[in-house]
């Protein structure tokens, strides 16, 4: 089983549209929970860490629901812009190391 | 500018011919590490550093080496490049689980092995 697991996609909305992602982790232990984005050929950026009581950052939500361990990820009023791969990562600490863990993604168009 | 920088952008080489790729970081950084990217297989840990002169594998790490004797940097070195290392591969650096951040990535590499 997968450390982190994703639906890669592809997701394709038009322009002002909602669009929510979600990502299943299966270390309970897991410690640090972010959202990264992709654009094509190029590195991850962060695009939001994710805290258990939730957070915003203008249009995206992030949420982390250690119960049933998964994250999402919350995109309104999408733009032509938002076009790219989202990254689902848990960060895990213990005694084999210090890891952290990718999705392969989701990717998402947004079309105009 | 806090940055990660790796070298080259982009490399073509022939199977065994030894290859280093440099990255280095102005961040003062304890914790980086090294992925590669490969279509539907997502980025996979190839190994990773959480202070000077301590390095652990991640989940690929066969066919690789790295060291770490300055904190800023983290170079990858294959000793003897194959075929199926051709692929992307991103450094990264974080300040460490004891304070909140995530990584950041340098540009990345695109290997190619002939």
């Known amino acids: 089983r997968k450390e982190v697991e994703q639906d890669p996609g592809p997701f394709n909305v038009p322009e002002g549209a909602t669009v929510a992602f979600n990502c299943t982790y299966s270390?309970?232990?897991?410690?640090?929970f972010f959202w990264y984005r992709q654009d094509c050929r190029k590195e991850p950026k962060l695009l939001m860490s994710v805290y258990s009581s939730g957070n915003e950052d203008g249009r995206f939500t992030a949420q982390l629901n250690r119960a049933s361990q998964y994250i999402s990820l919350l995109i309104r009023d999408s733009k032509l812009s938002d076009s790219a791969t989202y990254l689902c990562?848990?960060?895990?600490?213990?005694?084999?190391?210090?890891?952290?863990?990718f999705g392969t993604g989701t990717s998402l168009t947004v079309i105009p | 500018e806090a940055q990660v920088t790796q070298n080259p952008r982009y490399l073509i080489t022939v199977t065994g011919k030894k290859l280093t790729v440099t990255c280095s970081q102005n961040m003062n950084h304890e914790y980086m590490s090294w992925y590669r990217q490969d279509p539907g297989l997502g980025l996979r840990q190839i190994y990773y550093s959480m202070n000077v002169e301590v390095t652990d594998k991640g989940d690929v790490p066969e066919g690789y080496k790295v060291s770490r004797k300055e904190k800023r940097n983290f170079p990858l070195i294959l000793e003897s490049p194959s075929p199926n290392q051709t692929s992307l591969y991103f450094c990264a650096s974080s300040p460490g689980l004891t304070r909140a951040g995530g990584y950041t990535f340098g540009s990345g590499t695109r290997l190619t092995v002939v």
């Open positions: 270390n309970s232990a897991s410690q640090s």
């Open positions: 990562v848990v960060n895990y600490s213990g005694r084999t190391g210090n890891q952290f863990y």
